[in-house]
């Protein structure tokens, strides 16, 4: 309270309260289209987010989990042979460290 016109003093008004902040939205990753050579062979978990994987045939390590967008392309064809995959890669939350290549084109080497 002001004493000298008794009038109660207002509480100062914080910036925040004012205009909440705006937070911006996380950019999403960009889609990146790559091509990647290996073997196709069932994946080894049964929690992988593809029935099918890209091996490297030296290494016998996972490039790529390989998903089908359409039911036209049965990947069991491809089962052992290696392949040149062409499609647009990403990476699934559960499996950050092995990416999913969506197949746009794929053909046999050899």
């Known amino acids: 309270m002001d004493q000298a016109t008794g009038q109660v003093a207002q509480a100062p008004v ?3 309260e004012q205009h909440p902040a705006i937070q911006p939205e996380p950019e999403q990753p960009q889609k990146r289209i790559v091509q990647r050579e290996g073997v196709i062979r069932p994946s080894v978990s049964i929690q ?3 029935t099918y994987s ?3 045939p030296k290494t016998g390590e996972t490039i790529n989990f390989l998903y089908v967008p359409t039911t036209n392309l049965d990947l069991a064809k491809y089962k052992g042979l290696r392949v040149i ?3 647009e890669e990403g990476i699934h939350r ?3 460290n092995t990416p999913v290549l969506t197949i746009q084109k794929i053909q046999v080497v050899e």
């Open 54 to 56: 890209l091996v490297n």
């Open 14 to 16: 914080l910036e925040s």
């Open 85 to 87: 995959v062409t499609g």
């Open 94 to 96: 559960r499996w950050p």
């Open 48 to 50: 992988a987010p593809t």
